[in-house]
């Protein structure tokens, strides 16, 4: 499946993901300029001005276009607004896996339970629909909130990659730890320990 091609939306009752595109601006315009934290451990980052995030958004959609990016806007339907981004990038058909990442929402969508939400429906399509055998996470080693996230949501550290890549900084380079769920995994347990965390049980 190559899902470039396609206009994938997933949706459940908290939260809806549709491709983004350059008309997305305006949507995500202001976390781009009030929110510059968000972006702090970003390669490339939207922050600061208009220009900036249009460069962002186009990036992907040239990547899309190539076959690697795929990329959502996330709309929080609790909040009625538009939340954030995430995406599967290094998209590798022929080995089925994939890497998901790029993500982040807007502080008031923090710790709302949307991020659950979000992976339970991206990891449903990547693992029930696509078909592939494993979804890999990075985040930079610094980054503790993000991956505490990952491991929550019931990603396995598997390492650290040691300087693996640059920074916006010239004279920093970044450690990348590296996390991930196999197909196995997913229908082993981990989709429903997910669920359960979403839609915990009451007495």
């Known amino acids: 499946m190559d899902i470039t091609k396609q206009n994938i939306i997933l949706e459940d009752d908290r939260v809806l993901l ?27 980052s939207p922050e600061g001005s208009r220009e900036a995030l ?6 992907t959609e040239q990547q899309k276009q190539q076959g690697k990016e795929y990329a959502f806007i996330v709309f929080d339907k609790k ?16 080995f089925k896996t994939v890497q998901l990442g790029y993500t982040w929402y807007g502080t008031e ?20 629909k696509w078909g592939l055998e494993r979804v890999e996470l990075r985040a930079d080693a ?9 491991k929550d949501i019931g990603c396995t550290v598997e390492g650290i990659l040691r300087s693996n890549m640059p920074t916006r900084d010239p004279n920093v380079r970044r ?29």
């Open 18 to 44: 549709r491709p983004l595109t350059i008309d997305d601006t305006d949507n995500l315009l202001p976390f781009a300029l009030n929110e510059a934290h968000l972006f702090k451990y970003s390669l490339v």
């Open 54 to 59: 249009m460069n962002y958004i186009s990036i």
């Open 79 to 94: 909040a009625n607004k538009y939340a954030g981004s995430t995406r599967f990038y290094d998209i590798l058909p022929e």
């Open 109 to 128: 969508f923090q710790r709302t339970g949307l991020n659950r939400h979000c992976k339970l429906l991206i990891f449903e399509f990547a693992f029930e």
């Open 142 to 150: 610094n980054n503790v909130p993000s991956i505490q996230a990952m």
């Open 175 to 203: 450690s990348s730890i590296v996390l991930s769920i196999l197909k196995d995994e997913w229908f082993g347990g981990v989709k429903e320990r997910l669920k359960e965390k979403i839609y915990p049980l009451t007495p």
